[in-house]
T-cell receptor, first 112, second 110 residues
Framework: ETGVTQSPTHLIKTRGQQVTLRCSSQ?????VSWYQQALGQGPQFIFQYYREEENGRGNFPPRFSGLQFPNYSSELNVNALELDDSALYLC???????????FGSGTRLTVV | AQRVTQPEKLLSVFKGAPVELKCNYS??????LFWYVQYSRQRLQLLLRHISRESIKGFTADLNKGETSFHLKKPFAQEEDSAMYYCALSGQAAGNKLTFGGGTRVLVKP
């Protein structure tokens, strides 16, 4: 059984640029959630995808968008990057019928 | 809206001493409560969930609906318990998303 894998592990972007982060779900999981974790804070829910559709969203602007693919992998896209977008981005997969969330190691995004 | 509060940012205890991490929540309905742990250089992982009513690594947590609390306890802390602990809640009314508290760092001194 494979866990949740995220890529890349680190990246640095310039303010105003766009970024795409990727996540492969744990085998058998059909739901993917994305979280933003700023330094010294708990993870904040961005959005969740189930069967390739967004089915929940937190308090993040529309420039945060995502996709889920038929194999349940997922992407997080952020447009017009701002300095405050610098954070650890976590992906978690689960079966929607239960609450067994499995987290990836995260992508550390630095916006300069 | 749901909210999770962990009032202590840092807990420092000696090895063998009891440790209790506080967690209070607000939620309309029947929440599912969790404790997640993050050891140094490792990913966030589930420690325990209230519905399982189990003890993991000597930790237990009791859901008190009257006080809306879900405190995590261990009677005898070990050095390997040093980590970041997050309380989280979920539920159907919240679309099954996890809402996390700010976290408590536990440092167990020898």
């Amino acid at each position: 059984e494979t866990g949740v894998t995220q890529s890349p592990t680190h990246l640095i972007k310039t303010r105003g640029q766009q970024v795409t982060l990727r996540c492969s779900s744990q085998s058998g999981h059909n739901t993917v959630s994305w979280y933003q974790q700023a330094l010294g804070q708990g993870p904040q829910f961005i959005f969740q995808y189930y069967r390739e559709e967004e089915n929940g969203r937190g308090n993040f602007p529309p420039r945060f968008s995502g996709l889920q693919f038929p194999n349940y992998s997922s992407e997080l896209n952020v447009n017009a990057l701002e300095l405050d977008d610098s954070a650890l981005y976590l992906c978690a997969s689960s079966l929607i019928q239960n609450y067994g969330y499995t987290f990836g190691s995260g992508t550390r995004l630095t916006v300069v | 809206a749901q909210r999770v509060t962990q009032p202590e940012k840092l807990l420092s205890v000696f090895k063998g001493a009891p440790v209790e991490l506080k967690c209070n929540y607000s939620y309309s309905g029947s929440p599912e409560l969790f404790w997640y742990v993050q050891y140094s250089r490792q990913r966030l992982q589930l420690l325990l969930r209230h519905i399982s009513r189990e003890s993991i690594k000597g930790f237990t947590a009791d859901l008190n609906k009257g006080e809306t609390s879900f405190h995590l306890k261990k009677p005898f802390a070990q050095e390997e318990d040093s980590a970041m602990y997050y309380c989280a809640l979920s539920g159907q009314a919240a679309g099954n998303k996890l809402t996390f508290g700010g976290g408590t760092r536990v440092l167990v001194k020898p």
